[in-house]
């Protein structure tokens, strides 16, 4: 404690505590406010940028129920010969590759006597439009039964009930249908439908985790995947999350957060990646379909910005710390100075042989010459 016992040691002490409690005042505060703000600001980023999957594929399926309401408002106008010159060209009208097939499929002895009397054309190997009969089979089911077709028949009229993911042996890829109710004459005719086939998720996806440097999977509720993940490989489409989430903490978050997505538009929790890392994981659906998108990614990404305050803010408070203190420490030498002239002054006037008639000099009107001015009126006051 010897050290403090200058004025000049204990004014230094105190200006070095008091700025370190304004570098904690100010980090603490950072933390508390502007982290969170930050944070909220930059998922908020996040979160339109994995909508751009959702955008995308809106997109896409907007042209399927485009391309399916002109075959409903073209087929009631077509005698039965016609519907099937026609049809052909209306499935694949765009030429688009993801267009697997599509038909319609008229209810019992609306179309003929018949009680199936479908028209369903699919790409074959070569990506020719091929007809397929089997639906008018006797030996297969009623397609007008089939869950797809009563989803079709109760849709608002001019939209698409999306089917539930599956896979045949017409086509290796997985697909979907677009099915829309056909109105003929006023009364209903049947749907019409149009199979989509769900390779293009993965190029969406594959993007955005490069994009977010994260990860992304569409689902359906059930737990079904419809696109595959690049740290899981393989093919994993048609899948279930539950079989796949002892090797992915990302799908056990989908696994847990299907069950709660259902109370909130958006499933936001956060958890420990197989890393050792802390991630952030989000579970939102895909608007106008029957999916979901789930997305996750470092949570340090989401907290590098309040990072970079904190940088930035040392940046400029440590050199402006380093020049208040040097500037401090000169003026409390100069003053020491000044206060070591005085009393060598003083100790002169008390020694025995002083000189009565030698006065302090001042240099200016600051309290350090107040006082010498007060120590040379009492060296006057001693002559009289």
């Not at 939209?159 to 249908?177: L, V």
């Not at 004459?185 to 440097?213: C, H, R, W, Y």
């Not at 989430?245 to 056990?252: I, L, M, N, P, T």
């Amino acid at each position: 404690m010897g050290s403090l016992k200058t004025i000049q040691a204990r004014y230094t002490l105190i200006f070095i505590v008091f700025m370190a409690v304004v570098f904690l005042l100010t980090e603490e505060g950072i933390r508390h406010f502007v982290t969170p703000k930050l944070k909220e600001s930059e998922e908020r980023l996040v979160l339109n940028q994995v909508s751009r999957i959702s955008e995308n594929i809106l997109f896409e399926l907007a042209k399927v129920e485009a391309q399916s309401r002109s075959i409903t408002q073209t087929v009631p106008l077509l005698d039965s010969d016609s519907i099937d010159r026609v049809v052909p060209g209306l499935v694949d009208q765009y030429g688009d590759p993801k267009v697997f097939g599509g038909g319609i499929w008229p209810l019992p002895q609306k179309r003929s006597e018949r009680d199936k009397h479908s028209t369903f054309f699919h790409r074959d190997a070569s990506g020719k439009m091929t007809v397929n009969t089997y639906w008018n089979s006797a030996e297969s089911l009623r397609y007008y039964e089939q869950p797809w077709h009563r989803a079709g028949m109760q849709a608002p009229a001019g939209r698409c009930a999306w089917a539930a993911a599956y896979k045949d042996d017409a086509s290796a890829q997985p697909r979907t249908n677009c099915a829309m109710a056909i109105m003929k004459d006023g009364a209903p005719f049947g749907v019409s439908t149009i199979d989509v086939t769900l390779g293009f998720f993965n190029q969406l996806v594959a993007e955005k985790e490069k994009e977010i440097q994260g990860e992304v999977m569409i689902v359906e509720p059930d737990g079904k995947i419809l696109s595959n993940q690049a740290r899981i490989g393989g093919e994993i489409v048609l899948k279930n999350v539950a079989e796949l989430a002892g090797q992915s903490a990302f799908v056990g978050e989908i696994r847990d957060g299907l069950g709660k997505i259902g109370r909130e538009s958006l499933y936001r929790h956060e958890y420990e990646g197989a890393d050792g890392a802390d991630w952030t994981f989000y579970l939102q659906p895909i608007e106008g379909t029957p999916w979901l998108l789930a997305a996750a990614l470092p949570t340090h990404l989401l907290t590098q910005n309040s990072s970079e305050v904190l940088r930035t803010l040392a940046l400029i408070q440590v050199p402006l710390v380093i020049l208040l203190l040097a500037t401090l420490l000169l003026a409390l030498r100069q003053l020491m100075q000044r206060l070591h002239v005085l009393r060598a002054n003083i100790d002169s006037l008390s020694a025995g042989d002083a000189d009565l008639t030698r006065r302090i000099e001042l240099r200016g009107e600051d309290e350090m010459d107040a006082v010498g001015e007060s120590v040379n009126r009492f060296i006057a006051y001693l002559q009289i």
